[in-house]
């Protein structure tokens, strides 16, 4: 089971115990304002979420990551890797995703994960190209994209929701060591 640390957090699995901190995320129109339609998630939909992330494991040998602050415990989100299935003409790729409660927010820690999500992506799962999307307006994600070194690949609308958004790019160092 992966388990990352970095100076400030805890990346690991989902536990029962951070169901209801992922519902008061997931139920904030902020949080979700830039995610699919807006809507806000209650306590059955993020634990049907969070079953699938828990899956994505499994099936993908990689998945979204639950955020700890090391400091404290407080679960901050999510950061991690997944098939972005909703996008269809972006497969076959591997998405970096984020999101934090808004309590979070403005301290680099989105950054700091994803940083690491992505690092465990390319070193410990081998991938060779990662993609990061966010909708036309989410500059707070973009300029996460770009800290990351991703670039702008290609803009198209989300099919579900008819959001425009843009497919961020970055394909893994040269350095990386990625023998077994």
Known sequence: MPLILTPRLVLRRWRESDIAPMTAINSDPDVMRWIGDGSVHDEEQTRSTMARWEHGWETEGFGLFAVEVRATGELAGFTGLSVPHYLPEVLPAVEIGWRLGR??????????????ALDFGFADRGLERVVSIAQVGNDASERIMNKLGMRVERATLDPYCGRAIRVHALNAPATVDRSP
Do not use: I, K, N, P
């Open 103 to 116: 309590s979070f927010w403005g301290r680099g820690l989105a950054t700091e994960a994803a940083r690491a």
